[in-house]
């Protein structure tokens, strides 16, 4: 038998998700900053990119928490 969809903590794994994500984004913008000149060009477009889809992935959480919080 399924176990019934238990979702009473999911705005809170969410938001532990933006916060993990936020630093991540964060950590690369430092190493970017302390690093960068040492990087290629492509690692450096690679490590924006990546950081660009965080901030997509961040704002997915966040829809995701409002719509949580309205149910």
Known sequence: ????????????KLQEMVQ???ENMREARDDLKAH?????????????AKNQRR????E???EEIRDEANQ
């Open 1 to 12: 038998m399924a176990k019934p969809d238990d979702r009473s903590d999911n705005v809170e």
């Open 36 to 48: 960068g000149e040492e990087m290629s060009q492509e690692d450096r477009a690679d490590i924006q």
């Open 20 to 22: 993990n994500t936020m």
């Open 55 to 58: 901030e997509e992935s961040i």
């Open 60 to 62: 997915g959480f966040r």
